[in-house]
């Protein structure tokens, strides 16, 4: 049995390791963002000041008074007022477009999360690690299967 396992784990890690990859060296950037700035605004500011053809979240800590989440499959986005901690924001990040997901929790601990939205406003903080793959380029081309802009990686300069 431990053997049909085995050879079961290394067809499937074969199988994912026949997909297209590429790779890149890393440049890290931290920085806080401060009360009153919108989440998403100053991620976009920054991707374009920097000139950031791929990128990705490494982490993110800090605390929102608006939240402004796209859940699953819908098309318009919720708007929540109070007091909420960032649990976790993921995703990529280019001057060609971003795909973020934000999890937040609120006074009593519950806890949402969907896709960033203009609208998260920084109630203390916001501390964030972003990731840059400058031999990477991410690109967004529409995905014929849902109709979608889905990420593209093409080594920079292709």
Request: charged residues 20%; neutral net charge; proline residues 2%.
């Amino acid at each position: 049995m431990i053997k049909f396992i085995l050879v079961t784990a290394l067809l499937f890690v074969s199988s994912i390791t026949m997909a297209q990859t590429n790779s890149s060296s890393v440049k890290a950037y931290a920085f806080r963002l401060t009360p009153g700035q919108d989440l998403k605004a100053e991620l976009e500011n920054f991707i374009k000041l920097h000139q950031i053809k791929a990128a990705a979240i490494l982490t993110c800590a800090g605390s929102l008074t608006d939240a402004h989440i796209r859940f699953a499959n819908q098309q318009e986005g919720k708007s929540l007022k109070g007091y909420f901690e960032i649990l976790s924001l993921t995703g990529t990040l280019s001057t060609h477009g971003m795909h973020l997901h934000i999890s937040v929790s609120d006074e009593k601990g519950n806890t949402i999360g969907g896709h960033l939205l203009t609208g998260n406003i920084i109630y203390t903080t916001a501390e964030i690690v972003i990731a840059e793959l400058p031999d990477l380029d991410f690109k967004r081309e529409v995905d014929g299967t849902f109709g979608y802009k889905e990420l593209k990686v093409d080594p920079k300069g292709q």
